[in-house]
């Protein structure tokens, strides 16, 4: 894998935060979900931004 440079690298770890945050803020709207099939969708959006997140890092 070539090397990044630091404006590539700056991004990655903006685009990872996001995802991470996104991540703690959609199991915060899950846990306060009332409605079963929403809560669902928030976890799921959930894991899909974790394993985003996650393959992200391996750019790094």
Do not use: P, W
């Not at 685009?15 to 709207?29: F, T």
């Not at 899909?48 to 790094?60: C, D, E, G």
């Amino acid at each position: 894998m070539s090397h990044l440079n630091q404006m590539e690298l700056n991004t990655l770890r903006e685009m990872i935060g996001g995802h991470q945050m996104m991540v703690k803020k959609l199991n915060e709207y899950a846990e306060r979900c009332q409605d079963q099939q929403v809560k669902q969708m928030f976890q799921q959006a959930s894991q899909s931004a974790q394993t985003s997140s996650q393959k992200l890092l391996t750019f790094m």
